[in-house]
């Protein structure tokens, strides 16, 4: 069976589409969806709206801080991800808030864990960005497989028999597709890249494919309609300073 | 979690049942791994266990080498690949089960071969040619073996050659878990090439050099850096060149010098660039271009060496492989090969337009694989199988003349000798010669014309067609600019003028119609 792991939608409606139907000509039908599915972007409530019916087809739906930020109010967040989630929060109906609230913050299938952010404390959104990091979440864990989102650039972590943390180069892998098979003699923990909002230098939507009969995992990138995605933000009636930011972002990868 | 304290954990030992499997007897022990006859009631076959012997406690460099070959052995397949049935579990006992390969590794034709008694050429050159197209084949599919030797080389039954143990090798296309993790130069030493010492992981133009110490080793009857054992040992071989095979072995042709001693370049770039450019030269000994390289007779002398070894004292690595050899981008290239490409060409004074437009089309290709080699074909058709066209009604010789032209032809190219060869096929089904050719040669690409439509080619069949359809590489068709209609009046559909097609018709220029 092969799951799409996507992660880090942050109301990117042409992002999510153009991911959604990569996967399915690809026919892939079973979905996870790591967190972040508003904030930043134009369109939070079809982007939740989406979401959901994916969770009523089976789909497993994990919180991130963002989601959490709209019940939450986000008082930790910078200014900028703060502006944006007041300016979805109104966007959003009453179901689609609580929805957002009653998601889980891990979720474990068999020997796999997803979570939003490190898997050491979840709540508290640590981001996994180096080997140390890496080494926390496979210490709070005994799951084979994590996989997480948050930092926005793909990642690949592995922990090896006698318990050392290995960083693996994939930037070449990510860019191509190839399946990078999780060996069973290690656990792995795997970072997904962002479909809404890239931060690799590449604007293509990230996402992964994971086969878990044959244990390898697919780095993905789906190009969409950026620059439409962009206007959305530049028509929109959030502070002009903080649409033009956010809608570079999404031109630049960055 | 320190594993090897699990108790679940197995040994392997006569007897053992794992997973179905019955261990039998124990067929070798190597210093890393053990290799166990076994049997299982689903696979009737005869299979070998690889056991890795793993030390209680940390012993990395065998743990990362057996994962790298799980990670690497079931993504590669063709003939020289030995197949995978089944891999062990880490936690209970790591093993890789594969098929069994009769008989013992080459290191056997290895070991027999000494000063005095070594192997005879045609062996040697036939071998030789077997290894490189196996090594082509490997590349192709993006893996880098970094560990070739006598003792990695098997057989079939049916003799087919099988390149083993790839505990060392590096996937391009896949994290390189021993470079992350080591940084101590791999390899058998006294075949690893210099970069290696380096700790370059990922120029497929390694597995050359060890190649060319392999075919050394086979013509003079000793290694050609001596029996190595430490690295300080194998960082001479940055600067200290190896004695000119002829001079231990006289009767060796200076063409088969010049290409082992390609093989063995210190810059990695001055040796082939591609196995299959290899094959090429060890295929078409007349057309090797010779160099100093086969005129030498004695090692270079110490100043020249304590030169070398002054300008190789900050080394840290060569340039990388061309087109993209060893760099993340797969998409620019399916193979990380420099290419060879095939032009098929007809020398029929009506094709000359179409010739000049191919001649066109190689220069364009080599602009962007200026390492590219050429091999120019040109099919003579025999119009009845069996039929002597030799020679033609004033009895001159047809294959000499066309030899002739097409390397008039070719010259055109401007390529040095030894990076173009030419061939002149004879054959009832041009088509099928020239794909079975570009099999041979192992082309990356056909170049070949095709006439612009016409009432000849209903009568003979579309040659470029046939060739699309089946040939084992890429193909790309050139055709002259349709002329316009004047008049606004269709071009009269007829054959191309001072040509008649007949059946039986006497040997004619085939190829593209």
């Known amino acids: 069976m092969r799951l799409a792991l996507i992660s880090d939608i942050h109301g990117n409606r042409e992002a999510l589409e153009a991911v959604l139907s990569d996967a399915a000509a690809r026919q892939i039908s079973h979905f996870v969806v790591l967190g972040d599915i508003v904030g930043y972007g134009p ?9 959901m019916a994916l969770a009523k087809a089976g789909a497993v739906v994990i919180r991130g801080n963002h989601d959490a930020a709209i019940a939450e109010g986000g008082r930790d967040m910078n200014p900028q991800a703060r502006a944006a989630i007041d300016w979805s929060r109104p ?9 957002l609230a009653t998601l889980p913050l891990t979720q474990r299938e068999g020997e796999i864990l997803f979570t939003h952010a490190s898997a050491h404390s979840p709540g508290d959104w640590i981001y996994v960005t180096s080997g140390r990091d890496a080494m926390a979440s496979f210490r709070s864990s005994d799951a084979r497989v994590i996989f997480c989102g948050h930092v926005h650039i793909p990642a690949l972590y592995s922990c090896d028999l006698v318990g050392r943390v290995h960083d ?3 930037a070449a892998q990510v860019a191509s597709g190839n399946a990078l098979p999780l060996l069973p ?4 923990l795997a970072v997904l890249g962002a479909v809404g909002q890239p931060r690799d230098g590449s604007p293509a939507a990230a996402w992964a494919i994971f086969d878990r009969d044959r244990q390898e995992i697919s780095f993905r990138r789906t190009a969409y309609d950026h620059a439409l995605t962009a206007r959305k933000l530049r028509g929109s009636d959030l502070a002009p300073a903080i649409a033009e930011a956010l809608a570079e972002r999404l031109r630049e990868g960055q | ?8 954990q197995k040994r392997p030992h006569q007897g053992l049942e794992i997973d179905g499997f019955t261990l ?5 022990r190597g210093g890393f791994a053990t290799i166990w006859q076994v049997s299982h009631p689903d696979h009737p076959r005869d299979m070998v266990m690889k056991v890795p012997t793993i030390l209680d406690g940390d012993d990395g460099p065998t743990i990362v080498g057996f994962e790298t070959e799980q990670m690497i052995l079931p993504r590669l397949s063709g003939p020289h690949i030995p197949e995978v049935i089944a891999m062990g579990d880490f936690a209970v006992m790591p093993y890789l089960v594969t098929e069994k390969l009769p008989g013992a590794s080459l290191q056997d034709v290895f070991d027999a071969v000494t000063d005095r008694r070594p192997m005879p050429l045609e062996a040697l050159i036939a071998l030789a040619c077997e290894i490189s197209a196996a090594l082509h084949q490997l590349h192709l599919q993006r893996v880098i073996h970094l560990d070739l030797k006598p003792g990695n080389l098997m057989r079939r039954a049916d003799g087919t050659l099988v390149l083993i143990d790839y505990g060392l090798a590096r996937h391009l296309d896949l994290p390189d878990l021993l470079a992350e993790e080591f940084s101590i130069p791999m390899g058998t030493f006294p075949y690893i090439a210099p970069e290696q010492y380096l700790r370059s992981r990922n120029d497929p133009r390694s597995d050359i050099f060890a190649l060319g110490a392999m075919l050394y080793e086979l013509a003079t009857g000793t290694l050609p850096f001596g029996q190595t054992v430490t690295l300080r040992a194998v960082r001479r071989r940055l600067w200290q060149d190896p004695v000119p095979p002829i001079a231990l072995r006289p009767d060796l042709p200076p063409w088969l010098q010049e290409v082992i001693l390609r093989a063995l370049e210190v810059d990695p770039a001055r040796r082939f660039q591609s196995a299959a450019q290899m094959l090429f030269d060890l295929s078409n000994p007349t057309q090797v271009a010779l160099t100093a390289r086969a005129a030498k007779r004695q090692a270079d002398g110490w100043r020249l060496r304590l030169r070398r070894r002054w300008q190789m004292r900050r080394i840290r690595g060569f340039a990388p492989p061309p087109d993209g050899a060893g760099l993340p981008d797969q998409a620019t290239d399916q193979s990380l090969q420099p290419a060879v490409l095939m032009a098929a060409v007809d020398l029929a004074p009506e094709m000359e337009p179409l010739s000049a437009r191919i001649l066109q089309a190689m220069r364009e290709v080599l602009h962007f694989r200026p390492e590219a080699r050429v ?3 040109n099919v003579l058709r025999s119009a009845r199988i069996g039929l002597d066209i030799g020679t033609d009604q004033d009895g001159n010789n047809l294959h000499v003349q066309r030899l002739v032209a097409l390397k008039a032809w070719g010259a055109q190219l401007g390529l040095p000798e030894g990076r173009v060869t030419y061939t002149v096929l004879e054959s009832s089904d041009p088509a099928a010669a020239l794909i079975d050719h570009a099999g041979r040669i192992m082309a990356d690409q056909i170049v070949m014309g095709a006439r612009a439509s016409s009432s000849l080619r209903r009568y003979l069949g579309s040659v470029s067609a046939q060739v699309v359809a089946e040939a084992p590489c890429s193909v790309t068709i050139v055709r002259l600019p349709a002329r316009r209609p004047e008049h606004g009046r269709p071009e009269p559909d007829r054959p191309v003028s001072g040509f008649t097609p007949t059946p039986d018709a006497a040997p004619d220029h085939a190829s593209p119609p």
Do not use: F, K, Y
């Open chain 1, 91 to 99: 966007r959003l109906t009453q179901t689609q808030r609580d929805w």
């Open chain 2, 24 to 28: 039998g007897e124990m067929l070798h």
């Open chain 1, 185 to 188: 003699s290690r656990r792995w």
């Open chain 1, 43 to 51: 369109d939070p409530a079809w982007c939740v709206e989406r979401v």
């Open chain 2, 1 to 8: 979690m320190n594993q090897t304290r699990n108790p679940r």
């Open chain 1, 168 to 170: 693996h180069q994939i």
């Open chain 2, 375 to 377: 091999a120019c074909v």
